[in-house]
């Protein structure tokens, strides 16, 4: 036996009740539960190391269910962000965008595309094309050793058709159809488990609900599921998220709603609709899942905040739109008076988009900052502002979008298919604080301090939820013979460190996380174990 946790409060992500117990840990799996121990009289386990865990809570390792970590596990050993909130695994290849599958042709053109998520990699020997080749690269992490979290991977649909179309706004062609049929499932045969799309971010937004739906199908074939970040979370939210809801179900598709708000002033008070819409779903046989962060905000890029006709042909041909006058006041127009399809089909509030990083140094002034608010400074109108910052940064601006509402955040968590999912942007010189703060405030604000959640359910959301969507047959509770992703907690002190004004604060009380049964943090400092690996889909076609 390597370690037992001696009294603790074992919260095992089922949702039911706590209960006191030993558990014992060997060979990176749990392999014995003792409850009520000490009560008991009974012989206790015994273990080379011992954990004192009077008063801690033992819980299954945290899911987050979308991450943006696709470069950052491989640039950066430690991954301090994610490590210490107590998360085990993170599910990247968001949002339609990623780094696998490509060519040397496109792999250029998804570097510059999410600069501003994961900046442009000059760090990373870019060695795969593949998904299984990323994902190999993945095992091996540094120096051999592996990563500090397990990773699994969304095939990006956004890539698969920069890869059989390019960056054109057009039908796809039978024969590239095709030809992304097969990455699709080039990738899940590889351990993908699922795919997923950006439907506010080209090229992905250019795909046709026809054309999902036969990639959908391929994605079912394999037993896994479509994760969207779907068509607006503004005005025609409902009916996007219906959309999602249809294509998939004529799929036969599992569907997973990535970061599930309803933003913007039009949609304030209305989750209820969402989860009605839903709940009709789940009722008549839908297989359906969803994830939020804890927050109001949300976060993008800049340049996402354009119309999908200014971001045709790919980075080169928007900068060149906004360097062309009479072209870059068709874009304030669309943008400030119609409401572009990337800002969600709302006119732009330059007073609710901040800039939270930027790739130029010279450019730093404007982080902390609303567009309106340096546009008033400058002595110059907003789009002025935004257009020349574009250029400049070379589309490599990140953003914060203060548009969610509370009430609306507080409803979805609640729902019994939600999970967490923090949507972490971890580049950027004032990120979006879920990023290092996602899973200890769920804990410290919803649930202790608000009631949103009590703790027992809070972790199932956190655990046994996402594990079964990823259908991971040994992760996400505490059970005997289960993989030894733990974490201990403090429920009385548990908490986000990270604020908006300093992002990069680490949380609080949670002072002992495992992966695969090693420590990763210990005494609520980072250890140098690298036990991550990349998650592979195992279902069977």
């Known amino acids: ?110 570097r510059r595309a999410i600069t501003g998520w994961n900046g442009y990699g000059e760090d990373i020997d870019f060695t795969w094309r593949s998904v299984g080749e990323y994902l190999d690269r993945l095992d091996h992490g540094f120096d051999g050793e592996g990563i500090a979290l397990n990773a699994a991977y969304l095939v990006p649909q956004g890539t698969v058709r920069m890869l059989a179309v390019g960056w054109e706004d057009r039908e796809a062609t039978p024969e590239e159809l095709d030809r992304m049929r097969e990455s699709v499932a080039a990738g899940l045969r590889a351990g993908a488990v699922g795919m997923s799309s950006g439907l506010t971010y080209t090229p992905g937004m250019y795909a046709k609900d026809a054309e999902l739906t036969e990639l959908c199908r391929v994605v079912a074939e394999y037993g896994g599921y ?40 039009v949609n304030k008070g209305r989750a209820p609709e969402l989860l009605t819409l839903l709940d009709d779903a789940l009722a008549s046989g839908a297989d359906i899942t969803l994830d939020t962060y804890p927050y109001t905000p949300g976060c993008t890029t800049l340049v996402a905040m354009l119309p999908s006709w200014a971001s045709e042909g790919g980075p080169e041909a928007i900068l060149a739109r906004l360097e062309d006058d009479d072209t870059a006041e068709r874009v304030r127009h669309h943008m400030e008076v119609v409401g572009a399809d990337g800002c969600h089909g709302v006119p732009i509030e330059w007073d609710t988009i901040e800039i939270s990083g930027v790739t130029g140094p010279a450019l730093s002034s404007y982080v902390g900052r609303t567009i309106a608010r340096s546009a008033e400074a400058l002595g110059e109108e907003p789009w002025v502002t935004a257009r020349r910052l574009l250029v400049e940064d070379r589309l490599g601006s990140t953003i914060l979008q203060h548009v969610g509402h509370e009430e609306n955040v507080r409803t979805i968590m609640r729902h019994r298919v939600h999970t967490g999912g923090s949507d972490g942007i971890l580049r950027g ?80 009380g949670i002072p002992y996380v495992l992966v695969d049964g090693r420590f990763v943090i210990e005494d609520g400092r980072r250890t140098d174990v690298l036990a991550g690996r990349a998650i592979r889909r195992t279902a069977a076609r």
């Open 226 to 265: 479509y994760c969207p970040h779907h068509r607006s979370y503004g005005a025609g939210a409902l009916q996007a998220y219906a959309e999602m809801v249809a294509l998939t179900r004529e799929a036969g598709c599992a569907l997973h709603l990535a970061h599930a708000t309803m933003n913007f002033g």
């Open 429 to 508: 010189d004032k990120p979006h604080p879920r990023a290092y703060g996602t899973f200890p405030h769920y804990l410290g604000r919803y649930v202790r301090e608000l009631g949103v959640l009590s703790l027992e359910e809070c972790v199932a959301h956190l655990t046994s939820r996402p594990a079964a969507r990823l259908r991971l047959a040994d992760r996400g509770l505490v059970r005997e013979g289960y993989r030894a992703d733990l974490v201990l907690f403090d429920p009385a002190t548990v908490a986000a460190g990270s604020t908006y004004e300093a992002p990069r604060t680490l949380p609080t």
């Open 1 to 110: 036996m390597d370690l037992v946790f001696r009294d603790a409060d074992v919260v095992d992500g089922s949702g039911g009740p706590s209960y006191r117990a030993d558990v014992v840990v060997a060979d990176g799996r749990i392999t014995s539960i003792v409850k009520e121990a000490a009560a008991a009289g009974c012989q206790r386990p015994r273990a080379q190391r011992e954990l004192d865990a009077e008063g801690l809570v033992l819980a299954p390792g945290f899911i987050d269910m979308h991450a943006h970590s696709d470069l950052a596990l491989l640039r950066d050993p430690e991954h301090i962000a994610k490590a210490a909130q107590g998360v085990t695994l993170e599910v990247i290849g968001q949002d339609g965008l990623s780094y696998a599958p490509v060519d040397d042709r496109t792999l250029e053109g998804v």
